[in-house]
C-alpha cells in the first residue's frame, strides 16, 4: 500500500507539472505587425511553426488601425512579444523597413521569458 501512494504521488506532481507548463506556455504571445503594401518585408520566419512555446498572430496595420495605436507600431514589420497581455519585448524594422533581428534572437527572449516563470 505504501509504495502504491509513493507511484500515485509522483505521477500527481508530474502531472501538476505538465498542466503548470502548458499554462505557462500559452500566456507567451508573439504579434507581428505588418501591412499589405510592405509584403516584401514581411518575416517569413515568423509562424507558430518556426517559433516554439508561444501563440503567434499576424496584424495587418493598414487593416486594423486600433491595435497599431493600441501597441504604438510606428514601423514594420514590428514583432511583439507579450507575457499575460503585456509587452516584454519589441523588435522593429530600421526606417527603410528592413527588419535585422533573426528567428534565434527571437526565440530567445521566447525562451527567457518561460523560464523566469519557474
Known amino acids: 500500500m505504501k509504495e502504491t501512494w509513493k507511484l500515485f504521488s509522483g505521477y500527481l506532481l ?10 505557462a506556455f500559452a500566456q507567451v504571445q508573439v504579434i507581428q505587425f505588418n501591412a499589405e ?38 514601423v514594420v514589420p514590428t514583432i511583439i512579444i507579450l507575457d499575460d497581455g503585456e509587452e516584454v519585448k519589441r523588435f522593429q524594422a530600421d526606417i527603410s523597413f528592413k527588419f535585422s533581428a533573426t528567428r534565434e534572437e527571437v526565440q530567445e527572449a521566447i525562451d527567457e521569458i518561460i523560464m523566469n516563470k519557474f
Open 14 to 23: 508530474i502531472l501538476l507539472f505538465l498542466l503548470f507548463s502548458q499554462g
Open 37 to 74: 503594401w510592405n509584403a516584401v518585408n514581411k518575416v517569413e520566419w515568423c509562424t507558430s511553426k518556426k517559433l516554439s512555446d508561444c501563440e503567434v498572430s499576424f496584424i495587418d496595420i493598414g487593416k486594423n488601425t486600433k491595435a497599431q495605436n493600441k501597441y504604438k507600431v510606428v
